[in-house]
């Protein structure tokens, strides 16, 4: 049986590189969203909603109804929009089920108790490995593929794969294996996972850095991730690229919001609540970074 084609326009945020996804059923006009932005200035403590207003754009003018909003993992380089796009349009905001680890080590670096606290309620849904949700008349495989942190999820529509913070363009490379709970040798496992779907498979990146010599891409194909991913081409054993993304991490800072994006984050994009003066208050932890892996 044929399985239509789904559509899909990509939206990239110069700010912080990431790009978001708009996908749907042509037939049905059910729509998923996958990792939308919410804008923050981090010297004004300012958040603005001009990503979200362009996911909001395409939902309208394509007549989409959503149905879900999708986050491949925590981010630890952008709010997340979720919460918001879910005020303005609806549907479920669904993410990997090993965001329980994720959220428990950070509400510990950020001291969040009682109501405070995250939980599996931060979520509508939260996905197992080899789920499979439906939108409109095509199906959505959530793939768990972990390493960048422990909960990432990739998910897979016929032959279009949004595989989040696993493998950049070719050019590029792959993500850091640093964070809290990240893994080098289970990102490797998990990449291999991925570029063991059909060649032509479409590979749907999460972020784009463009170096100066192009503009920014988000899609490539396993084919061409197997012939020319910097980092983990066909022939790299995981050994290599453990070496390779270890030391490479060892030269990367903090992303510059991380510590403003992991509070939001594991709250399912929900802002904190405003204090008695009508105030909402984000928390940085001092010399702490570094010492709350999960689990
Ligand atoms: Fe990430």
Redo the contacts with the bound molecule.
Sequence with gaps: MDTPAAAIRAFHDTATGTVSYVVWDRATRRAAAIDPVLDFDAASGRTATRSVERLLACLREEGLALDWILET?A???HLSGARHLQTQAGGRIAIGEHIREVQAGFARLFNMRGSQAPGAEAFDRLLRDGETIELGGLRIEALWVPG?TPADMAYRIGDDVFVG?TLFMPDLGT?RADFPGGDAHRLYRSIRRLLDLPPHTAIHVCHDYPPPSRGPQWRSTVAEQRARNIHVHDGVDEAAFVALRTARDATLGAPALILPSLQINIHGGRLPAAEDNGIAYLRIPVDALGAAAPG
Excluded: C, L, P, R
Aim: proline share 0%; glycine share 0%; aromatic share 0%.
């Design positions: 993992h981010h630890a380089d960048h913070d993500a």
